[in-house]
């Protein structure tokens, strides 16, 4: 009869600091991470206009057929009297929001999505105090000279 040999303990690992090294590693990343995003945030604060270009990009790029040219130069037209607003800090953080939840990235975008959008540019210029050049609404007009005896 043969015996078995005796079992014995499993060696413990030789590389016991791996998660330690590991969770520094991914420290360090986490570190990189938040700055890169802290970055970005102020990137945005700063020009502002580069997340709204991106966004009419993808609109541009999603235009359904029943589209018009004349909605499309419409578009563009609202598009650029906001962008103008918008470099010029005059954009209220509501109307950004109306433009926000008017922009539906990820599919066609119809040509009633184009009007609502527009329209969505319209108010935030309106509310900016107008287009550059005009004057906003609320601006009383210049008095006359006073004619003197």
């Not at 590693?25 to 945030?41: E, S």
């Not at 589209?67 to 499309?72: H, W």
């Not at 900016?128 to 005009?134: E, H, N």
């Amino acid at each position: 009869m043969s015996t078995a040999p005796p079992i014995e303990p499993a060696a413990p690992p030789a590389n016991r600091g791996c998660w330690k090294a590991a969770l520094l590693g991914c420290g360090g990343a986490a570190v990189l991470l938040v700055a890169a995003l802290i970055g970005l945030g102020v990137y945005v604060q700063k020009k502002p206009t580069a997340v709204t270009d991106l966004l009419m990009e993808r609109v541009r790029a999603g235009y359904a057929s029943d589209v018009t040219d004349a909605d499309k130069s419409q578009l563009d037209a609202t598009y650029a009297d906001f962008r103008r607003a918008l470099e010029e800090k005059r954009i209220r953080k509501e109307d950004m929001e109306n433009v926000r939840d008017a922009v539906k990235l990820g599919r066609v975008v119809g040509r009633e999505e184009v009007h609502e959008l527009t329209r969505a540019f319209r108010d935030a210029v309106r509310n900016a105090g107008g287009t550059r050049g005009s004057t906003p609404e609320s601006t009383p007009p210049a008095a006359a000279p006073t004619p003197r005896p």
